[in-house]
Structure formats: structure tokens, C-alpha cells
């Protein structure tokens, strides 16, 4: 492969690294930590794999108990690298043979193989321009733990995997489960070879290499390569080279292992989450949510209260002075609910009965109807963590929202244009009636002392000051029964106000609580999914 398509790999996997780091940290707290960590690891892992040595290509023979592997990997080898046979009837360590020696002692540390071999080269695998290292491994089959252990490990470090098997055991249950099939999107970096098949009949061979490719695409390595060979008799064997070295001078097997590995931890992260979008936090949700919140925090009494204080106060201010100071005895509703400083920045809290029993759950029935309907549509696990973030703050619900609506200006003390005039005019009415009063008064008490009483001006027949009483009276019953209409009206329309701006206080406070975590949790499964997309792209 050219250096411009070896960088365009090595870009795409940055790109998808990056990608599967975020969606990382994005479903902390919401998936299994376990996981996590195993794709923490593998980003580690991947991380370490990059800065070291780029141009040596790792390849490990992989096989059971019996299997010819050190056998196969000493043919392939063109040298006895790996003692086998009776002296050394099992692997007990890694072995590696090295081509190409320049940077692979780095390499070779952090794979943890100290027994290493410089190899001469071999015609149609490697010389020592190459940069191949071949891994001779422990069987995946041994009995002792610390061989089980290495091969596990090597299975997720090698840049290549070279699976050996054997006519008699190439369809064990325990390479297909445990190993093969749970590296299925490892096709591109994974060599199957048919050891052995010297001890097979010719007509056998390709009927058991059928029988092998079908196994292998149960497994998801349909496209797999499958060769045939036989250590003893040196059949294959160059087949077996050409492929490895098909793999090496293509020089993008570990970015290809990489990748391999980020799209299988992409789809663990895939399982583990489930698939799907939140429906998300919409218009009609927040409004139903800021309704019954506003319910549950007594918005409607502090409304009704603020219609009755102002007709309270402008029958006070426009009401018959003669009967108006009786409304001092009526108590100022909004001031028995500490809603009537001049200033709504001077109150913290408010008087209001404090939330009990069926408000807490309407508030709660809110909140989950609210998570319910932004949440459809997730993924359990993230279903869940929008929940409980539309739950987190519910505890300071009922302060805040009292609070809010503290803070909230609802005009109490606020005059309107129309009270002075309407007073001016009330009390010239009442001094009218005074004044025809007075008038009648003084003409009765001249005709008491058996005075000359001088003639009253009429007006239509009329005693002024009969119709100074009549006319102060009427204009005053008018004036008080006019300004009830109008402070009613007026009432409406500022009991209005104060249900639109409580309403924004109540909402502004569900933003904050309810609303901004959770679509908070919504963009956060967007971005997850979007990141594992990215990281999971073919």
C-alpha cells in the first residue's frame, strides 16, 4: 500500500478511536462500568500499539494441544525457532522470530516476549527489510492457567491471528466459541490454516476444508482465508507464507486489527445500550409541565388574590368615602400571603400553605409524565438516566417555585390612572351633599329661632340644595357602582398579568430543574449514538 494510503488508514482510525473515546465518556454513569473499562483498555491498548513500532507487523500462531502449531510455525519459519515434538511437547512461553530488527525490541517488550530470534530470511516470506515478527504461542487448550492467560492476552495484541488446527479437532466447540466467533469483524487480519491434512486421505482433504469454511462462516468469518497444509510434508507451507506476507507488505494490518477491535467494542457498546433515539423535550411537554407545576405551587390562589387585592384597593381608593373606611377591616389577600412589598426583590418566601402530600405528587406525577414523554423512544438504560435526571432536582422544587413566585412582580402596588379621578369627583360629590346639607340646616335652624328665612333658589321647581344632597348622593352611588365595574375589568386584566408572569416565573424554574438536565441526557444519548456510528462505520 502507498504512504498516502497508509495515512488515509491511519487518519480513519483516529477518526474512529476519537469517536469510540466519546462515546465512552458519554455513557459513563449509564452503562456498565465493566464495559467501559474493557473499551478503556482497548483505547490504552491501541494508544500503546501506535507509538511504538509501525513497521513491523505482528503475526501469532494460535492452536490446540497437538495441533502441529510449533511444527507449522517453524516450516513457515524456514528455521527451528520453536523446539517441538518430544522434547517439547507443548509451548510454554511466547517465542517470537524477528525479521527486520530495527524497532522491534520496543515492540516486543511491551508484548512481553523475551525469547526472540532473528531469522535469516526466507524466500517468499520476509528478509530483513521486511519487519515481521512471528509469535510461536502457548496451546489455547493448555491445562495451566498462566499458558490460558498469555494466549488471551496475545489474542488481543497480535496484529494478525493465525489459527491452527488439526483434521481431528477443527471443529471443537471451544476455538469456534471461545475464540473465532467472538473475533467475527477480525476477518480481514485472521489466517485459518488445516494443519496436518498428511494424515488425512487426498479425497478428504477439501470435503474436511469445506466442512471447515462452513464452521467458520457460522462463526462470521465467512471471508476468512483457508489453507490446507502440512508442516511434515511441506504442503501449503508456501501458501501459507504468501498470505502472511500479502498481510506484511500491505503494511496496514495493525491499523486493520485496530479497527477490527474498535467496531467490535463499538457493537458490544451497542448491546449493552440498545438501539434507538429519545423523542426528546418538546413544546406541548414543557407547557403541560409548567401547568401543573404552577398548579401544585398555588399560582391559581395567588392569581385570585391578586384580582381580589386590587378590587379590594380600588374600592378603597374610588369606593362612597362616607362607607369606605369599613373596608379597612378586610384583610389585603395578597398581604396575608406576604405578596405585597413594593419591591418583589425584598421577598424570599411567600406565605402560601406550604406543599403537602397532593401537591408533592402532582409535582412528582408532572416530573415523570414529562421524562415519560421526552425519553420515549430511548434505549433502556438511557431511558432511565433521563429519568433520573428529571427526578434529581425535584427535592428543590417546591422551594424554588415558592421563591419564584416571591420574586415575581405582580404589580400590588401599582396605581391605576383612574383612581384619583375617580376620588376627586367622590369627595366633590360628598362635599356637595355636605354643602346642601348645610345649607338646609341653616334655613332650618333660622325658622327654629323664628327668623326671616330667605327664599331657597329652585331649579325646575326644585330646592338647590334638596338637589345639591339628591345629585351628590346619585353621583356618588354612581361613581362607587362605575368603579366597581372598572376595577373589576381592571382586576381581570391584572390578575391576567400576574398568571402570565407567574407562569413564565414557574416555567423558567422547571427549565432550570427539570427541563435543562434532561435535554441535557437527550443530547447526550444524540451524541453517543452519532460517536458509536462513527466509530462502528464500515
Known sequence: MSRHGSARVSSQLDGRLEALNDARELAEGVLPDDVLEDVLRLLERAASRRSLSADHTVVGFFGATGSGKS??????????????????????????????????????????????????????????????????????????????????????????????????????????????????????????????????????????????????????????????????????????????????????????????????????????????????????????????????????????????????????????????????????????????????????????????????????????????????????????AIRGAAREGRERLPDALDQAIAGTDLSAARKSWWWPLFNLVQWLALLTVLGGLGWLGVLAGLGYLQLPVPDVPRVEGWPVPTLMIAGGAVLGIFLALTGKFIGAAAARGRAATARKRLRTAVGNVAEELVVEPVEVEVARLRSFNTSLDKAGAK
Not at 490454516?193 to 462463526?219: C, F, H, K, M, W
Not at 407545576?293 to 391578586?306: E, K, Q, S
Open 71 to 384: 511444527s507449522l510455525f517453524n516450516a513457515v519459519s524456514g528455521a527451528e525457532i520453536a523446539t517441538a515434538a518430544v522434547r517439547r511437547p507443548t509451548t510454554t512461553e511466547p517465542l517470537a522470530g524477528v525479521w527486520g530488527a530495527d524497532g522491534s525490541d520496543p515492540l516486543l517488550d511491551w508484548l512481553d516476549v523475551r525469547s526472540r530470534h532473528h531469522a535469516t530470511p526466507v524466500d517468499g516470506l520476509a528478509d530483513d527489510e521486511t519487519g515481521l515478527i512471528l509469535l510461536d504461542l502457548p496451546d489455547f487448550d493448555s491445562t495451566r492457567a498462566a499458558n490460558r492467560d498469555i494466549v488471551q492476552r496475545m489474542v488481543g495484541l497480535v496484529d494478525v491471528l493465525v489459527w491452527v488446527l488439526d483434521p481431528q479437532k477443527y471443529a471443537d466447540a471451544a476455538v469456534h466459541n471461545d475464540f473465532l466467533a467472538p473475533l467475527a469483524a477480525h476477518g480481514a487480519v485472521t489466517l485459518v490454516v488445516l494443519n496436518q491434512t498428511d494424515r488425512l486421505p487426498d479425497r478428504d482433504v477439501r470435503p474436511v476444508l469445506e466442512s471447515l469454511q462452513g464452521i467458520l462462516a457460522r462463526d462470521g468469518l465467512g471471508s476468512v482465508q483457508v489453507i490446507g497444509a502440512s508442516a511434515v510434508t511441506g504442503a501449503g507451507v508456501d501458501r501459507v507464507r504468501a498470505a502472511i506476507r500479502h498481510v506484511v507488505l500491505q503494511r496496514q494490518a495493525s491499523a486493520q486489527r485496530l479497527t477490527a477491535d474498535v467496531a467490535r467494542a463499538s457493537r458490544q457498546l451497542r448491546e449493552v445500550s440498545g438501539d434507538g433515539e429519545a423523542a426528546g423535550v418538546r413544546a406541548g411537554s414543557k407547557a403541560r409541565l409548567a401547568d401543573e407545576l404552577a398548579t401544585a405551587a398555588n399560582v391559581p390562589l395567588v392569581v385570585a388574590a391578586v384580582d381580589r387585592s386590587y378590587r379590594l384597593e380600588s374600592a378603597h381608593r374610588t369606593g362612597w368615602p362616607v362607607t369606605r373606611w369599613l373596608l379597612k377591616f378586610r384583610p389585603d389577600p395578597l398581604r396575608r400571603l406576604n405578596l405585597r412589598s413594593t419591591s418583589p426583590a425584598e421577598l424570599s418566601r411567600t406565605s402560601l400553605p406550604p406543599a403537602g402530600a397532593p401537591e408533592r405528587a402532582r409535582t412528582d406525577a408532572a416530573v415523570r409524565q414529562f421524562a415519560d414523554d421526552a425519553s420515549a423512544g430511548a434505549p433502556g438504560p438511557w431511558r432511565a
